[in-house]
């Protein structure tokens, strides 16, 4: 397993944003957990939502369905004394954090490998379990080379591995540092775009901080409880695929804005435009932000917009006059 360190933008977002949805392929497979192989009659049993698995020898990895409830689900729905906040068929629930560093992960293969040097916008949903004890800020997905599977009592490094171990990593898609997630009656979302190393063939979702790097607030005076979350809609696809096709339709006359993907610079050569006219050039990021704008003069020559200061990620590059825009184009910055 390759431990990957680059973690490029992040966001916690309770409400619809721009460019949440991806409009290509997920890579994700059974990304809400619905389709089942048999419909579950416990909690513990996530190996049933194919092909979701769990990394350890044993643990309490969970996965509820509607199809527990005869096909009548309700806002209303209790599993084990547990309420539910349906988003979807299917969700899957986990003990994140305890007294004892109990730790439970879930995972799956990928539908395919990611490509290296390639942008990727990763989302989930996360609700907090309204008995849990601790509320936390360290939940993520590490994308890794390989399933992970540990067995229990094989000896790691010296160590003696049990099924209640925790997984140490740096996952590429992860809750904002400091941002306590705690809301237990709205579905909270975490996403964030990363480049891919070119080996990544599988997500594991789950706690992958160290105890001392865990912040937490109690929620509940009921220790027994520990930190526990439900999980849902799980998305990886290209940052470009989160552009809607209609919104990256040159208006005529034409503008070539080149190179995209861009590292450091950008080159905009018009056509078919007055010269000597001014141009506010926008870039806005996957949130619908505004991160940059500059007014450029248009010439018979390309002109050259620095891009430095921005993050590697998918943005939308637009250049408008006064009266109405010109151009709209995804734009790809990879360093």
């Known amino acids: 397993m390759r ?28 990304p809400s957990l619905d389709s089942f192989s048999i419909c579950p009659d416990n909690m513990w049993q996530i190996d049933r939502a194919v092909p979701w698995t769990q990394p350890l020898w044993h643990s309490a990895s969970s996965v509820i369905n509607q199809c527990m409830f005869d096909g009548n689900p309700t806002q209303m729905d209790t599993v084990g004394g547990r309420k539910l906040h349906w988003r979807s068929l ?21 539908k395919h490998q990611l490509v290296a040097g390639q ?53 590429q898609i992860t809750n904002p540092q400091g941002n306590i997630l705690k809301d237990t009656a709205h579905w909270e979302k975490v ?10 063939t599988a997500m594991i979702v789950g706690n992958f901080k160290y105890n001392s790097e865990i912040q937490w607030e109690i929620l509940n005076n009921s220790p027994m409880q520990s930190s526990r979350y439900f999980f849902d809609d799980f998305v990886l696809c290209k940052c470009e695929d989160t552009i809607p096709p209609d919104t990256i339709k040159p208006i005529e006359p034409k503008l070539e804005v080149y190179p995209n993907p861009a590292n450091e610079n950008l080159f905009i050569l018009y056509d078919g435009y007055d010269q000597a006219q001014a141009v506010d ?29 921005l993050s590697s990620g998918c943005y939308i590059l637009v250049l408008r006059t006064a009266s109405k825009n010109l151009y709209k184009d995804r734009l790809i910055i990879i360093r």
């Not at 990957?4 to 309770?14: D, M, P, Y």
């Not at 800020?137 to 067995?151: E, H, P, R, V």
């Not at 996403?191 to 190393?197: D, E, L």
């Open 281 to 309: 050039l926008e870039i806005f990021n996957v949130l619908g932000e505004l991160v940059m704008n500059k007014q450029i003069i248009s010439n018979s020559e390309p002109s050259s917009v620095s891009i430095d200061q």
């Open 191 to 200: 996403s964030g775009t990363f480049v891919a190393q070119g080996t990544e």
């Open 90 to 110: 299917g969700m899957t629930y986990n003990i994140l954090w305890d007294e004892t560093n109990w730790r439970v992960y879930v995972e799956t293969q990928l």
């Open 119 to 171: 942008c990727y916008y990763g989302e989930f949903f996360v609700l907090t379990e309204f008995a849990t004890y601790k509320v936390i800020d360290a939940i993520g997905i590490y994308f890794s080379d390989t399933l992970i599977k540990i067995k229990y009592d094989t000896i790691i490094g010296g160590d003696t591995i049990g099924f209640i171990k925790p997984i140490y990593a740096n996952p």
């Open 3 to 30: 431990k990957l360190f680059l973690i490029l933008l992040f966001v916690v977002s309770r409400s619809n944003v721009y460019c949440q949805h991806c409009y290509g392929e997920n890579l994700i497979p059974n």
